[in-house]
């Protein structure tokens, strides 16, 4: 696998998160609009998958491929962002202000929702001819995937609005796990095995993920969810952005950069 000691692969991560706020605007919007339509594609693939195979494992299984595909790519996630755009930060790399990371974080954002909306048109077109008969039981499934995750944690107030926010931790403390996880080999071999593994973990668990669920509600809704914009922008995606910043940078890049990069002074056993 050509494997990296953590030293190493977490000094590049510090670096990939600098070269993001020196990126252009434009670099940034294209390579985040891509990155959001290919993970958009992928929780279709997943979905279908599933539906076909009556397995949400298989799904699981193969969702995957989405994500390796975008970052080998070198396309930009939000969840992969917080993570690594703060690090440079931290690192008080020449440049890099508070006000440069929250601009790197707003064109990601706004390039990953247009992707994820560009798939979620094209798969609601191409599943009723033009939106000329029913969708079937896949665009039935969508629907009702939609209004559980929305209106299913309306009917629990504020107790189903921290179960999302705590599942969006845990989501995007296993996301930037894979993000790491492209660092930590130089093989491409090594780098999908290494993003596989907790990028599975998440799809399965049903932990919530901001980009798929640009993705997965706007198509929901398409479909003939039966919730709205504001349900599905408080009950879902902004506590999801949310847990997904809280639980990446918390739980991964702090703890990584803490503990490799600047490390507690050595014991003096003499």
């Not at 390796?68 to 690594?84: E, H, K």
Request: proline content about 3%; glycine content about 12%.
């Amino acid at each position: 696998m050509s494997y990296l000691l953590p030293n190493d692969f977490v000094t590049k991560m510090v670096d990939s998160g600098e070269s993001k706020v020196y990126m252009s605007t434009r670099d940034t919007l294209i390579r985040s609009i891509m990155a959001g339509a290919i993970l958009g594609l992928a929780a279709a693939f997943a979905i279908t998958v599933t539906m076909q195979t009556g397995s949400s494992l298989a799904g699981a299984m193969l969702f995957p491929v989405g994500f390796i595909m975008l970052y080998l790519m070198g396309f930009d996630l939000l969840t992969g962002v917080f993570v690594l755009v703060p690090l440079a930060l931290l690192d008080k790399r020449p440049g890099v202000t508070v006000a440069q990371v929250l601009r790197n974080w707003g064109i990601v954002f706004l390039g990953n929702f247009a992707g994820a909306l560009i798939v979620a048109f094209m798969m609601s077109f191409i599943l009723t001819y033009g939106y000329s008969i029913d969708p079937g039981m896949i665009g039935d499934k969508i629907a009702s995937i939609g209004e559980a995750r929305t209106l299913g944690y309306k009917e629990h107030g504020i107790a189903g609005w921290m179960t999302i926010f705590i599942r969006g931790m845990l989501c995007n403390w296993m996301v930037s796990m894979g993000v790491v996880g492209a660092f930590v080999s130089t093989s491409v071999s090594g780098k999908a095995i290494v993003m596989w593994m907790p990028i599975m973990l998440f799809f399965y668990m049903g932990f919530e993920h901001s980009i798929v669920n640009m993705f997965l509600f706007p198509f929901s809704m398409i479909m003939g969810g039966n919730f709205t914009i504001m349900d599905y922008l408080i009950w879902n995606e902004i506590p999801t952005v949310l847990g997904n910043l809280v639980g990446g940078l918390a739980f991964t890049g702090l703890t990584l950069y803490s503990t490799h990069i600047k490390t507690g002074q050595k014991r003096d056993l003499n």
